[in-house]
């Protein structure tokens, strides 16, 4: 027990020793500049965003009929999966069953 308190206190007084010496005011206020973003940052963010808006209005939108049309096809196509899914799924219970009786 008598070694085992001796270690400990070597390493308490060790942590001590390595630990950093306090920081002056000069030293906080460069870390806080450093935090802060950039005015040139800022607005290359708003600048992005106008990009961003003006390259939306190049785009061709399709136009109202072209939406109905393709989103019907994508409804018949769901629809038939879904047939074709059921009807595999109950081929296979059938044939199951047979395998039981």
């Given amino acids: 027990m008598a070694k085992s308190k001796a270690v400990e206190e070597e390493v308490v ?3 001590v020793e390595k630990s950093t010496p306090p920081k002056d005011d000069k030293q906080k206020k460069t870390e806080k500049k450093k935090d802060k973003k950039p ?6 963010f708003f600048r992005k965003i106008r990009e961003s808006w003006s390259e939306l209005k190049k785009v061709s939108w399709p136009t109202f009929a072209n ?5 019907g096809v994508v409804i018949l196509v769901v629809f038939l999966f879904t047939l074709v899914l059921f009807g595999i799924d ?3 219970g059938w044939i199951y069953k047979l395998f039981l009786n």
């Fill in 13 to 15: 007084d060790t942590t």
């Fill in 39 to 44: 005015a040139k940052e800022k607005r290359s």
């Fill in 90 to 92: 109950f081929g296979l």
């Fill in 67 to 71: 939406v109905v049309k393709k989103t």
